[in-house]
């Protein structure tokens, strides 16, 4: 594989694409991203089957036939698609109030989700720097929306017809229904006062809508910088995959002149604890598809042919 420039130099990146370019070139490492873009192409290309057959008939009187708990190839391959690729596709935008039976809107939601991946399946191999400003931008926006969505957003209609529908509420109390960690509320904004009078008057109401037994958020996070070195730790692998340090300052100046300061094995090993954060997984033998370096290739016995 051709190492481009882009692989290894993110310094010119924008601050608020810092994390989603570390959650697109980190899963370009994951095999199990691999096997993802696989499946969605089987997907898409209509090759997985979408039923899974049914089980052996009961030969019981009075039996229904019944069907195997497993899920059918097509929804395995859409679940492995969602884990590698789910922070770049538009999940909330997905919602109807139309009157759909649970085959219909099974069929809509795997329409919505297989155009969504299809420029991600195109894409999947590109270095960030590399996709168009446009396709960046739309990426961006999908990832934080997503990731605002978990904190705060904007009611559907499909949510308050769920809860009205279940809950039946008395139409003559203010118009306010929570389920899960979740409440939703209908806000009524006299946009004549100052900003600051109205968020004091939007915190009264969350304080009187919080409910009890929630956990309180984490403060934990990381800082710009933080997510930059994760990405030149991530850089440095990819270097030594493909080159020995020794030949990193002849045949490669450029990532030497940026990083000729730095531990690389240091780093590299670094850049597999990030890797393995990033993914989710602290498994013994999950590893970046670049962490073997060009060193440890030239010290492995060639092959001996058999006869």
Known sequence: MLLKREDWDFSGLLAGELVPALLWE???????????????????AGKRPDEEPPSAEDRRRSKRRRYTAKFSEAEAALLRALSAFGDFIALEDFCSVHNW????RRTAWNRWVANSLR??????????????????????????????AEIVRIGRWADGVGYFNLHKPDAGLPMKFGYSRYTCVLLTV?????????LAAIGKILKECEPAGVESWNRRGKKNRDVLVMLERLAMMRVLHHFTLAEVKLRLPGAWSLYQHRRWYHERHQAL???RAVIGSAKANLFPM????????????PLVPSK
């Open 290 to 301: 670049s962490w073997e370096t060009k060193a440890q290739r030239s010290r492995k016995p």
């Open 101 to 104: 039976s649970r085959k219909q």
């Open 119 to 148: 420029p991600l399946v195109r894409d999947h191999d590109v270095p960030w720097l590399c996709l168009p400003d446009a396709e960046r931008r739309r990426l961006v926006g999908i990832f934080e929306a997503n990731r605002n």
């Open 273 to 275: 604890t990030n890797f």
């Open 26 to 44: 980190v899963r370009r490492e994951s095999s199990g991203a691999e096997r993802a873009v696989l499946d969605a192409q089987a997907l898409l």
């Open 190 to 198: 006299n946009w004549t006062h100052s900003k600051k009078r109205i």
